[in-house]
């Protein structure tokens, strides 16, 4: 199986899936960040408050920040359970583990709270065993923003953390399970013919008939009903609930083409029935086809059909 599979930024769609993290941040008013296993960011931090900021503004205290992190997602890679802690500055924050087949591939960092009932504080380890205080005078607002961090009861801080790790972990689970079952489907059809390439403009259509089991499938049909539309790698990739590197790895496979040729072809068959049928002009054609530039749907008209669309119109006439 090949590791970009289980690499988080790979197998998910970023962008879908930071729409819901922003949307598990808002619900448990608790801060969240996705990492990978090596604790680089794969996503934006949500909802991170104004006394972590502050905190992280300071070099000496970002560095311990850093450290809780990193020593907060490898307790979880190692209990392969959410792992509920203290930072330095006294703040509650949550690691959860992303574990597939046994392999850990990163953690959602979440917290940035205080407990309600301080008896609690106790049951939790902190990490770093001296709570720094970053200088009052310096800044005078560090009290005020640490008395504004949303406070939270420890079952519930527990309960959410176990939520979202079942959550969370389903929902990559489900990512590298289709991933696998399209690669066992390539493996099984590697001794059939492959696709034919889209050698005409006329072929690409066919495409989606074709591949009408693939997970692409949603993103081809989409292109044939609105290939006059500007269309977007990124957008066709979250359409199929894939990220954009997998998206665009499997339409070459499949199709026998890039994502960006395919779409070219389909342009310019709408724009020959376009000059076979009408006497709309040249330019008007390109802008209804999302081409801003006409000079440039001239050269991928000529590069595709072998005339320009004034000769073809001309010929057709």
Do not use: W
């Given at each position: 199986?090949?590791?970009?599979?289980?690499?988080?930024?790979?197998?998910?769609?970023?962008?879908?899936?930071?729409?819901?993290?922003?949307?598990?941040?808002?619900a448990?008013?608790?801060?969240?960040?996705?990492?990978?296993?090596?604790?680089?960011?794969?996503?934006?931090?949500?909802r991170?408050?104004?006394?972590?900021?502050?905190?992280?503004?300071?070099?000496?205290?970002?560095?311990?920040?850093?450290?809780c992190?990193?020593?907060?997602?490898?307790?979880?890679?190692?209990?392969?359970?959410?792992?509920v802690?203290?930072?330095?500055?006294?703040?509650?924050d949550v690691?959860?583990?992303?574990?597939?087949?046994?392999?850990?591939?990163?953690?959602?960092?979440m917290g940035?709270?205080?407990?309600?009932?301080?008896?609690?504080?106790s049951?939790?380890?902190?990490?770093?065993?001296?709570?720094?205080?970053?200088?009052?005078?310096?800044?005078?607002?560090?009290?005020?923003?640490?008395?504004?961090?949303?406070?939270?009861?420890?079952?519930?801080i527990?309960?959410?953390?176990?939520?979202?790790f079942?959550?969370?972990?389903?929902?990559?689970?489900?990512?590298?399970?289709?991933?696998?079952?399209?690669?066992?489907?390539?493996?099984?059809?590697?001794t059939?013919?492959?696709?034919?390439?889209?050698?005409?403009?006329?072929?690409?259509?066919?495409?989606?008939?074709?591949?009408?089991?693939?997970?692409?499938?949603?993103?081809?049909?989409?292109?044939?009903?609105?290939?006059?539309?500007?269309i977007?790698?990124?957008?066709?990739?979250?359409?199929?609930?894939?990220?954009?590197?997998y998206?665009?790895?499997?339409f070459?496979?499949?199709?026998?083409?890039?994502?960006?040729?395919?779409?070219?072809?389909?342009?310019?068959?709408?724009?020959?029935?376009?000059?076979?049928?009408?006497?709309?002009p040249?330019?008007?054609?390109?802008?209804?086809?999302?081409?801003?530039?006409c000079?440039y749907?001239?050269?991928?008209?000529?590069?595709?059909?072998?005339t320009?669309?004034?000769?073809?119109?001309?010929?057709k006439?």
């Amino acid at each position: 199986m090949d590791s970009k599979f289980y690499q988080l930024d790979y197998i998910l769609n970023i962008e879908k899936f930071q729409k819901i993290q922003d949307d598990m941040s808002k619900a448990t008013e608790m801060a969240i960040i996705a990492v990978d296993f090596k604790g680089n960011p794969v996503t934006k931090h949500s909802r991170c408050q104004a006394f972590c900021t502050l905190v992280r503004s300071d070099e000496k205290l970002n560095d311990l920040c850093e450290k809780c992190d990193s020593r907060g997602g490898l307790e979880a890679a190692r209990l392969q359970k959410p792992y509920v802690y203290m930072c330095h500055m006294g703040v509650v924050d949550v690691a959860i583990p992303i574990t597939v087949d046994d392999q850990y591939l990163g953690a959602l960092m979440m917290g940035q709270i205080k407990l309600e009932d301080e008896n609690n504080i106790s049951q939790l380890e902190r990490i770093v065993s001296k709570r720094f205080l970053l200088d009052n005078c310096d800044y005078p607002e560090i009290e005020t923003l640490y008395a504004g961090l949303p406070i939270m009861k420890l079952e519930k801080i527990q309960a959410v953390a176990q939520m979202v790790f079942h959550m969370v972990n389903y929902m990559v689970e489900e990512a590298i399970l289709k991933a696998k079952l399209n690669e066992r489907n390539r493996q099984l059809n590697l001794t059939k013919p492959k696709p034919s390439p889209v050698n005409t403009v006329e072929d690409a259509p066919k495409i989606v008939e074709e591949h009408k089991d693939l997970i692409i499938k949603p993103a081809l049909d989409y292109m044939k009903d609105n290939c006059e539309k500007k269309i977007y790698l990124d957008d066709m990739a979250y359409r199929c609930n894939i990220s954009s590197s997998y998206f665009s790895r499997l339409f070459k496979r499949e199709v026998g083409e890039s994502f960006s040729s395919y779409l070219n072809k389909l342009k310019v068959e709408r724009a020959k029935t376009i000059l076979d049928e009408t006497d709309e002009p040249i330019i008007n054609i390109s802008l209804n086809l999302g081409y801003e530039d006409c000079g440039y749907f001239i050269k991928v008209f000529k590069k595709y059909v072998g005339t320009t669309p004034a000769q073809y119109r001309k010929v057709k006439s």
